[in-house]
């Protein structure tokens, strides 16, 4: 049950590490200057990039960490 628990929290870590390197990697994209129909396509890709990062840490936080008494940023 343990290993289960375990995957899923690495499963979970690794969704919200993934979605953390996509958002900065599309805002790192937004400062260069490459014209409004592209800033404009790199805010639609921020926004959503940013609720993959809120689902992300959704998960997270319902998924208990394995130590009692522990918190979801000991599990981060």
Do not use: H, T, W, Y
């Not at 870590?13 to 409004?36: F, I, K």
């Not at 998960?59 to 979801?72: Q, W």
């Amino acid at each position: 049950m343990l290993e289960l628990l375990d995957l899923e929290l690495a499963k979970a870590r690794q969704r919200l590490n993934r979605a953390e390197c996509a958002l900065e990697r599309a805002e790192g994209m937004l400062e260069a200057d490459n014209g409004v129909s592209v800033n404009l396509a790199l805010c639609c890709r921020i926004r959503s990039a940013q609720r993959r990062v809120a689902d992300a840490r959704d998960r997270l936080a319902k998924i208990k960490p394995r130590r009692p008494g522990g918190d979801i940023q000991s599990a981060l």
